[in-house]
């Protein structure tokens, strides 16, 4: 199987909600790796729960996972994260050195909705791209509005921001409704990486290849392999992604019915 690239698991150990400890973060780890992936973006939330979480603290934190994994010889490849909420300074904390990007590499930034609501984002996706950062939106399938309302996610692509879906919300969908929406994202391109957003190696655990294989019999092997694995390693090494551009949605009742 391919490399998978994990883009988003909490592996920091004592940071925010992941993993408590040290050895939590590196059981996370055998778990990932025995599962296919290769490399992970290690992230820990950047919002107003945890304020404590600067950028200075998640380099330390990753510094020391891996000196751990090299201690326990697991040949996990791990990256710094964090996951940044949405907050309205979020273009002057970035420009002021605040939050941490996608592997330090200041290309992209992991960004969530604020927990509970939903926001329009293009503003906020225009104004980071103006300062030359290109922002991740972090799970948006746990967003009805962007999941189910047509035009919304395409508006936010095409403002420069990229989407990554969850490995939980691809191998285990809420709904049918969600499967069906999801399946359609895949095949018309919308989804650009995939992570497992893990927190423990119990709770939410960081596993990837149930959904590698069901992107693979939804949109074939060309999208798993693009979403799973090579548009993760180009941005954790910062480099410049050419997007697909969406396909048209299926508009008649008869298309889809016959999906
Ligand atoms: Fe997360």
Partial sequence: MIPLIDMHCHLLAGLDDGPSTQEEALAMCRLA??????????????????PEVTPERIRLAW?????????????????????????PDIESAWVKGR????ADGRRYLLI?????????????VR?????????ILAHPERQEEL?????????????GCLVQVNAGSVAQPHSRADAKALKDWFQRG????????????RRRP???????????????????????????MAILQGLPLRLPKPGPRRSNWFASWWK
């Fill in 99 to 102: 939050l941490l990007s996608v």
């Fill in 112 to 124: 969530e909705m604020p927990h509970g609501c939903f926001l329009d984002l293009e503003a906020t």
């Fill in 33 to 50: 790796y025995d599962d296919g992936t290769r490399m992970a973006a290690a992230t820990a939330h950047q919002n107003e729960d945890w």
């Fill in 127 to 135: 104004g980071l791209v103006a300062q030359g950062v290109r922002p």
């Fill in 206 to 232: 960081p596993l990837m290849a149930a959904a590698y294989r069901q992107i693979q019999q939804w949109a074939g092997h060309a999208v798993a392999d693009r979403v799973c694995s090579t548009f993760g």
């Fill in 190 to 201: 919308i989804v650009h990486c995939l992570g497992s957003d893990g927190h423990s190696p």
């Fill in 147 to 159: 999941l189910h309302e047509a035009g919304q996610i395409e508006r936010l692509i095409e403002a």
């Fill in 63 to 87: 510094d020391r996972l891996v000196q751990a994994l090299r201690e326990a010889e697991i040949p996990l490849a791990v990256f710094p994260c964090a996951e940044v909420m949405v907050q």
